[in-house]
């Protein structure tokens, strides 16, 4: 599995990657130290995060080859994924989207970083 960031959200992420830093792509499913609650609706909702390099990832065993280093997710959301996704960003509105070949999984993609 290979996720691509744009030149766009590239250069608007930069300010939270660092040697100190790992990026999880969480699914929102109420599962996880980082996942406050499920989504109520049907729709699928995916968080960006950027964590400490020490912080406990082991409820997220996939590892995700991408063009700023690896991404960390819960291994079962990865059947929600294509083989090749791609995260863009709405430069007009700012909102970041988690795409594949059949279409958008995440219209909204969250972006947070956790201390």
Do not use: H
Not at 60 to 89: C, H, R, W
Request: proline share 3%; with cysteine; charged share 30%.
């Amino acid at each position: 599995m290979k996720l691509t960031f744009t030149p766009a959200a590239t250069e608007r992420l930069q300010k939270f990657l660092g040697d100190d830093v790992k990026m999880v792509l969480d699914f929102d499913d109420g599962v996880g130290p980082f996942s406050d609650e499920a989504n109520c609706t049907l729709a699928l909702s995916f968080n960006l995060l950027f964590v400490n390099k020490d912080a406990d990832l082991s409820e997220f065993g996939a590892k995700i080859d991408s063009n700023l280093g690896e991404i960390y997710a819960k291994p079962y959301s990865t059947d929600q994924m294509d083989e090749e996704m791609t995260i863009d960003v709405n430069e007009k509105y700012l909102r970041y989207s988690l795409s594949g070949r059949r279409g958008e999984l995440d219209p909204a993609l969250g972006i947070k970083k956790v201390a």
